[in-house]
């Protein structure tokens, strides 16, 4: 059994605003210099949901499943928003037609034009229905502080105990076992090098290259995967045996070095993680998304 401190984690409330889509001032250039316009960031997306392709939409870009939204206030509140959500955290619409309508977190993305950041949220059919940009949503947060007992060289990045209890962790010769829908190998592992807090934003799993457009061709938003030698600890960056585990938040990009999001939701240094090989490792089944 998978011993954790869940029951002393605190639970805030945070709030946000669905938030309008966002494309480039101009036409955008992808890596082999075809302009498209890069639909798919922000908004509400009505037709893409956690379980479906990352590839294949039309002039998509970074495409993201649902409904997009950031906090509000001044840059403490908008942080906390970011950094405190975890993904399968309650979120609940505060006002207008769809007041009252709930849903989960499903990911975290960044590196918008003009440094914006999303959090990413499902709702069911009857709620995004009746959403409308600028609907306030507050999230009942919970996950930042998550430790595993047994394992402290884990650290836990924006993982709700929800999601940790629906994922089938084990134990094995003294690691901490994953089942993840693929390893991504750390040539493939982009945008994303540098930044901290690592809890408000993600990972880039470059989509320009043939052999690795073909190595992820099946890959799906919802996926969780292990990025090999990739620490995202009290930073992100490149460290020979670390590993990350995380969420698929967003679909592919056509822009050098960039691609499909992954959103951090555990990390170690030294191989404490072993990453076991399930291809239906993917939240939408964790979270029970596809029955909404």
């Given at each position: 059994?998978?011993?954790?401190?869940?029951?002393?984690?605190?639970?805030?409330?945070?709030?946000?605003?669905?938030?309008?889509?966002v494309?480039?001032?101009?036409?955008?250039?992808?890596?082999?210099?075809?302009?498209?316009?890069?639909?798919?960031?922000?908004?509400?997306?009505?037709?893409?949901k956690?379980?479906?392709?990352?590839?294949?939409?039309?002039w998509g870009?970074?495409?993201?499943?649902?409904?997009?939204?950031?906090?509000?206030?001044?840059?403490g509140?908008?942080?906390?928003?970011?950094?405190?959500?975890?993904?399968?955290?309650?979120?609940?619409?505060v006002?207008?037609?769809?007041?009252?309508?709930?849903?989960?977190?499903v990911?975290?993305?960044?590196?918008?034009?003009?440094?914006?950041?999303?959090?990413?949220?499902?709702?069911?059919?009857?709620?995004?229905?009746?959403?409308?940009i600028?609907?306030?949503?507050?999230?009942?947060?919970?996950?930042?502080?998550?430790?595993?007992k047994?394992?402290?060289?884990v650290?836990?990045?924006?993982?709700?105990?929800?999601?940790?209890?629906?994922?089938?962790?084990?134990?094995?010769?003294?690691?901490?076992?994953?089942?993840?829908a693929?390893?991504?190998?750390?040539?493939?592992?982009?945008?994303?090098?540098?930044?901290?807090?690592?809890?408000s934003?993600?990972?880039?799993?470059?989509?320009?290259?043939?052999?690795?457009?073909?190595?992820?061709?099946?890959?799906?938003?919802?996926?969780?995967?292990?990025?090999?030698?990739?620490?995202?600890a009290?930073?992100r960056?490149?460290?020979?045996?670390?590993?990350?585990?995380?969420?698929?938040?967003?679909?592919?990009?056509?822009?050098?070095?960039?691609?499909?999001g992954?959103?951090?939701?555990?990390?170690?240094?030294?191989?404490?993680?072993?990453?076991?090989?399930n291809?239906?490792?993917?939240?939408?089944?964790y979270?029970?998304?596809?029955?909404?």
């Amino acid at each position: 059994m998978v011993v954790t401190n869940k029951d002393r984690l605190l639970e805030i409330a945070v709030v946000g605003e669905v938030v309008h889509s966002v494309v480039e001032p101009s036409y955008m250039t992808n890596w082999d210099s075809t302009p498209t316009v890069g639909l798919g960031r922000g908004g509400i997306v009505y037709n893409v949901k956690p379980g479906g392709p990352c590839f294949g939409w039309a002039w998509g870009e970074k495409v993201e499943p649902g409904v997009s939204a950031d906090g509000t206030g001044g840059d403490g509140e908008k942080n906390s928003f970011r950094c405190f959500s975890c993904i399968g955290n309650e979120a609940r619409i505060v006002d207008g037609e769809a007041k009252g309508g709930s849903g989960l977190v499903v990911g975290k993305v960044g590196y918008l034009p003009e440094g914006g950041h999303h959090l990413v949220l499902h709702f069911k059919e009857e709620t995004l229905g009746k959403l409308a940009i600028g609907d306030k949503v507050q999230v009942r947060t919970c996950g930042v502080g998550l430790e595993f007992k047994d394992h402290p060289g884990v650290r836990a990045v924006g993982l709700s105990p929800r999601l940790l209890e629906e994922m089938g962790l084990g134990e094995s010769g003294g690691r901490l076992t994953v089942p993840v829908a693929k390893i991504i190998p750390p040539e493939y592992v982009g945008q994303g090098s540098g930044g901290s807090p690592a809890e408000s934003n993600n990972w880039d799993v470059m989509t320009q290259s043939p052999d690795a457009v073909e190595a992820l061709k099946d890959l799906r938003l919802g996926d969780v995967v292990c990025l090999k030698d990739i620490l995202t600890a009290w930073g992100r960056g490149y460290y020979e045996g670390a590993c990350t585990v995380g969420v698929v938040s967003c679909g592919a990009s056509g822009r050098m070095g960039q691609g499909i999001g992954v959103t951090t939701i555990m990390t170690c240094r030294e191989g404490e993680i072993e990453a076991v090989m399930n291809p239906e490792a993917n939240i939408a089944d964790y979270l029970g998304l596809g029955d909404e």
